[in-house]
């Protein structure tokens, strides 16, 4: 027996731009990359479906502008998608597309069931409150009103992704790259998400670094089991943290399937120029 | 070329726009109703959202009290007065007890007020969400969605910096439990005068052009985390100097030859009455 | 000791307000309102604009109440104004029948109808003039009898009406032809500015705005705090004829108009080129107009304004002169004034309010009344 999907995705659509006669209709629509000629209009995301299990990471691969990232903020809200349908499997939530939900009820999902890191820390974190100040920010949206537990789980998050205690009333600003990007974890943790986002989260940090923000993560999804979508133009960031993984281009899914046979037996032109540059 | 003005200053368009907001803001306890408000004869700052508040709802039998910082003599309390007899005559009073229509700048007065009196505060600041975000379109849009986490985080902020919080006043409040609402900058010791006030509360903020409102009988909270309770200004063991009041919002005086400290009654008008039935029991009993 | 700082706050203010006047009286010099229009027409204008009540003799009685005080003046004017009743709004002004005194252009050498200096200090040396200290009477009418000396022979057979010079460049398509947008516009002080807000309010918000504030806020944007660099397409300077329509029978006729009389103002076009997205995907750079009007002759306002108006136009996180909020929240002079004069009030409750808490801090413990 196959288990429920937490969280199903079906048809989404994003588009930047008005559209023209020749683009508007999908039957006729010539595009170059993901642009149509015509009218300039960007078809970012285009009938991107696929299914999140429980307690597993899936991976999205593709080169920039390929529109993961605009996917998985079309996701946490932080932008509206054209169309399509998101199913999460939650009893409050069952068989509701939590994309037409007014933006209260979004700003629940986000506070009690999705967690977020942004490729950007200045997108995720208040530059202007301490560390354990945004942590705690994300509990109080989720209706905590005990400092001293507030504190104490903040604590024991900061120790998780090695941030030392005696840092944690310092402004993030003050915080190195990927101290900050181990904040935002710590932050996107905070109220044991059973979703988390991951955008990008090594992108532009040191060699070292990244290699201890992944074993972060890692350990993270050994241990709490979270379902988790890792959003990442390198592919050897998700051989090292996905099970399962859709590669995209141009606004759409070419291939999906399990990271490991993508990656033995990739089967798009593109993701096999991926899959070599790698090698 | 003498002209005189209108009754209450406004013309009677002008009372009924902004009776309507004042309408809309009972209707909705803690709700920050925009209103087109008018340039008055006292400065922008200086009381002219209370003003136009008692202007539209003053009538000829209304008896005005107007106090500023606790004080019906202070020099702007006075203004207020002035200008407010001049076009409308009515009757004024320094006790509370004897006003219907109460203005004031940032107390409550000490004396517990009653259902058939209104409690009119002057407004510098509307937003509560102001340090949150400058922008008055994202503080509007923090409201609609009940997000007030970022009123909560500058008070968690402030306790893990120092041990507690340090709002003066103008602590915010929750009202009716749907919208959180500056004060006014009232002190932290007349917040839970509005808890279940009897009086109907109306706050008018004339250059930020809001009004909004506690209607009576309303649930009104101090935000407080429950390990770190809202409390009051202490004045544990000090009493006015004057009448002997405790348990009431003392000013601090200093001695400028001995550097001594000494307190009274912030309150004038309760300090008044407190010295006046005082002498007359006094009297009565030396003639007894 | 007796009681402290509240009490006699109504004599307190009766002497102050004696010695006010005392101060206005005591050199023993009148003032006539009709000196201060007759001689002071900038400042005259500056009021009037600011109050945005068009009402010379007024403006010039507030100037002379408020002992030459601008934010004094403007703010008796603004109380004024909220007294009176609003009858009528007027027809839209046809800005192109404007009496033209003064026209100039820096987009162009010669633009059609011409160049017009008019009366202007732009070209004055900023010398002190000594001679001003004693004028007399008879020196003024032998200057101005010679002064209507010159001009005679100068026959002014019909007043010449100037067309817009963004006129012209519409024509070559230049610039871009809107449709006319007759959209009433909203009334700023009726009812109280929302954000986003419409280009109808902003426009009203700039042009009551305090000279000083509109100036340096454009002059910011045109250093470097803001990203419109203008160039003057026409600055007019001139008298406008009002009319209104009658209140019950709305005449389509534009003859039937009641005409009520006619204002001076100051109106600034200037060229700004945006980016402009086409549709084959490429960015073009096309001209739009920024806006600045204001009543009577204030040229650095006006072009300040339509430099502000083009940056609200296209918001822009980085630069505060960008953000409507930011912009059209702090320029208004009776506001500003009295929220910064207000600080002069009493404020010992709060700060009473403040000290108990930071001493609670001092004393440690979670909550403040341990």
Not at chain 2, 228 to 246: D, I, M, N, T
Request: hydrophobic share 35%.
């Amino acid at each position: 027996m196959r288990e429920q999907p937490i969280l199903q995705v079906k048809n989404l659509q994003k588009k930047f731009g008005e559209g023209c006669q020749h683009c508007l209709d999908p039957e006729i629509r010539q595009l170059e990359k993901n642009f149509c000629p015509y009218c300039g209009t960007i078809y970012a995301v285009h009938d991107v479906s696929f299914d999140l299990y429980p307690g597993e990471v899936l991976g999205v691969v593709g080169e920039s502008g390929s529109g993961k990232s605009t996917m998985l903020q079309g996701l946490y809200f932080d932008i509206e998608l054209a169309a399509g349908e998101v199913y999460i499997n939650e009893p409050m939530l069952a068989s509701q597309n939590v994309l037409t939900l007014s933006s209260q009820q979004k700003r629940y999902i986000r506070n009690y069931i999705y967690g977020m890191v942004y490729q950007n820390p200045l997108d995720g974190l208040k530059m202007k409150f301490s560390s354990i100040g945004n942590i705690a920010e994300k509990m109080i949206a989720a209706g905590s009103r005990n400092v001293g537990n507030i504190e104490a789980r903040s604590k024991a998050l900061l120790e998780d992704v090695h941030i030392p205690l005696r840092r944690m009333k310092e402004e993030p600003r003050n915080f190195s790259g990927g101290m900050q990007q181990r904040v935002q974890i710590a932050k996107a943790l905070s109220n044991n998400p059973p979703i988390l986002f991951l955008d990008e989260v090594t992108t532009g940090l040191d060699l070292s670094v990244q290699a201890s923000v992944l074993d972060l993560i890692k350990q993270i999804q050994r241990e709490l089991h979270i379902s988790m979508i890792v959003v990442s133009h390198d592919l050897a960031v998700i051989r090292m943290l996905a099970d399962r993984s859709i590669v995209m281009l141009n606004g759409t899914i070419i291939e999906n399937g399990l990271t490991d046979q993508i990656l033995e037996d990739p089967q798009h032109e593109y993701t096999q120029q991926l899959v070599y540059s790698l090698l | 070329m003498q002209t005189k003005p209108h009754f209450a200053f406004f013309d009677e368009g002008s009372k009924k726009e902004i009776r309507r907001a004042t309408l809309k803001a009972v209707a909705i306890p803690g709700y920050q109703v925009p209103f087109a408000s008018r340039e008055m004869p006292i400065a922008r700052g200086w009381g002219t959202g209370g003003l136009q508040l008692t202007l539209s709802l003053i009538g000829k039998k209304d008896v005005l009290k107007v106090i500023d910082q606790g004080a019906d003599e202070s020099v702007n309390a006075v203004s207020i007065k002035k200008l407010v007899q001049y076009t409308t005559g009515v009757a004024l009073t320094d006790h509370t007890a004897e006003a219907n229509i109460i203005q004031s700048r940032h107390r409550i007065p000490e004396h517990p007020l009653r259902e058939d009196q209104i409690l009119v505060l002057q407004v510098p600041n509307p937003e509560p969400l102001r340090k949150v975000d400058a922008r008055e379109y994202m503080t509007k849009r923090m409201h609609a969605e009940d997000d007030y986490s970022g009123a909560w985080l500058i008070l968690f902020e402030q306790i893990m910096k120092y041990g507690k919080m340090t709002t003066g006043a103008a602590h915010p409040v929750y009202v009716n439990g749907r919208y959180v609402m500056a004060p006014s900058p009232i002190p932290r010791f007349d917040n839970p005068k509005m808890y279940y006030s009897d009086a109907l509360i109306l706050l008018g903020a004339g250059r930020e052009k809001k009004i909004y409102a506690v209607p009576p009988y309303t649930n009104v909270e101090s935000l407080a985390f429950e390990d770190y309770p809202f409390s009051k200004e202490s004045f544990k063991g000090k009493q006015c100097k004057l009448c002997g009041a405790e348990e009431v919002f003392l000013d601090e005086i200093i001695n400028q030859e001995t550097g001594d400290r000494t307190y009274q009654c912030n309150d004038t008008s309760y300090c008044m009455e407190r010295l006046n039935s005082a002498q007359e029991k006094e009297v009565e009993s030396s003639y007894a | 000791m007796g009681y402290v700082a509240v009490k006699g706050g109504t004599k307190a203010i009766e002497a102050s307000i004696d010695r006010l006047k005392y101060d206005r009286l005591k050199g023993n010099e009148i003032v006539e309102i009709n000196t201060i229009l007759a001689t002071m027409r900038t400042l005259v204008d500056q009021v009037m604009s600011e109050a945005s009540l068009y009402a010379p003799f007024l403006a010039a009685l507030a100037i002379k109440q408020a002992g030459g005080s601008m934010e004094e003046a403007v703010f008796l004017l603004r109380a004024h104004r909220s007294t009176l009743p609003r009858n009528y709004y007027s027809e839209t002004v046809e800005v192109e029948k404007m009496f033209v005194e003064r026209r100039v252009s820096a987009s162009f050498k010669d633009i059609p109808g011409g160049q017009f200096l008019g009366a202007t200090n732009d070209y004055t040396h900023r010398l002190l003039d000594f001679n001003l200290v004693e004028e007399s009477m008879e020196d003024h009418e032998q200057w101005l009898a010679e002064y209507k000396k010159g001009l005679e022979g100068i026959n002014a057979t019909e007043i010449q009406y100037f067309p817009k010079v963004v006129d012209y460049l519409r024509a070559e398509g230049l610039f871009k032809t809107y449709p006319l947008d007759d959209t009433t516009p909203k009334d700023v002080t009726k009812e109280s500015i929302q954000f986003p807000s419409d280009r109808s309010e902003r426009l009203q918000v700039l042009t009551r705005g305090q000279t000083g504030a509109v100036t340096a806020l454009g002059y910011a944007s045109l250093r470097g705090y803001g990203q419109v660099h203008p160039t003057i397409g026409e600055v007019r300077v001139g008298d406008i004829p009002i009319h209104v329509n009658h209140p019950y029978e709305k005449n389509q006729d534009e003859e039937d108009l009641f005409y009520i009389g006619e204002i001076k103002v100051t109106e600034v076009e200037s060229f700004v080129p945006v980016p402009v997205k086409k549709n084959d995907r490429k960015e073009e750079l096309e001209f739009e107009i920024g806006y600045g009007i204001s009543f009577g002759q204030n040229e650095t306002k006006a072009i300040a304004m339509s430099i502000l108006d083009q940056c609200l136009e296209s918001p822009h996180g980085e630069f505060p002169t960008h953000d409507e909020e930011f912009v059209l929240l702090h320029i208004d002079s009776v506001e500003s004034t009295g929220f910064i004069s207000h600080l002069k009030l009493p404020h010992y409750v709060t700060f009473q309010s403040k000290l108990d808490s930071m001493r609670q801090v001092k004393k440690g413990g979670k909550t403040n009344a341990n």
